[in-house]
């Protein structure tokens, strides 16, 4: 589980692999503390990208192992 902690309440999230494919979509419930399921996803390094409610997006790179 991969735990997004902010002060900004995040609305949306995608998460892509190296490739650029995206993997996984969702959206936040709207704390600020959130989380996403990615015990699907194969070992690799990934891009998370969360949307906020004013349309501003951010990348981080993550590492599943």
Known sequence: VLQVNSTTVHTGYSVMDMNGRLV??????????NKIDVSELPV??????????????QNIQFVKE
């Open 24 to 33: 996984l979509k969702g959206n936040f419930a709207g704390n600020s503390q």
């Open 44 to 57: 690799g390094t990934y891009v998370l990208r969360t949307v906020d409610n004013s349309g501003s997006a």
